[in-house]
């Protein structure tokens, strides 16, 4: 059974910083893309952060610069750290696994951890 235990969430203020961390189990985590993705109340779910098998990272554009994706392969771990955080910035986040195969699509998702940034 796949899980994604998300943790590190929290409340901060504005200008602070927080790190998450995403535990997989259940899977070959080295072989999947990771990534990040959050969901303001009332917004639709959108990507944060990937980061590859092979460590390529991609980030969106409100995160550019401020934030940080990592993975520990012997840890089975994604990690995102996250500095000079907004008020804009609060959200569930969630972790992600995928892992495309030709016509085969696996996709995992986390239980989501809440940040909220005060202003």
């Known amino acids: 059974q796949v899980q994604l235990v998300e943790s590190g969430g929290g409340l901060v203020q504005a200008g602070g910083s927080l790190r998450l961390s995403c535990a997989a189990s259940?899977?070959?985590?080295?072989?999947?893309?990771m990534g990040w993705y959050r969901q303001a109340p009332g917004k639709q779910r959108e990507l944060v952060a990937t980061?590859?098998?092979?460590?390529?990272?991609n980030y969106g554009d409100s995160v550019k610069g401020r934030f940080t994706i990592s993975r520990d392969n012997a840890k089975n771990t994604v990690y995102l750290q996250m500095s000079s955080l907004k008020p804009e910035d609060t959200a569930v986040y969630y972790c992600?696994?995928?892992?495309?195969?030709?016509?085969?699509?696996?996709?995992?998702w986390g239980q989501g951890t809440q940040v909220t940034v005060s202003s």
């Open positions: 992600n696994a995928e892992k495309v195969r030709g016509v085969l699509s696996y996709d995992y």
């Open positions: 259940g899977i070959i985590f080295s072989i999947y893309r």
């Open positions: 980061i590859t098998s092979g460590r390529s990272t």
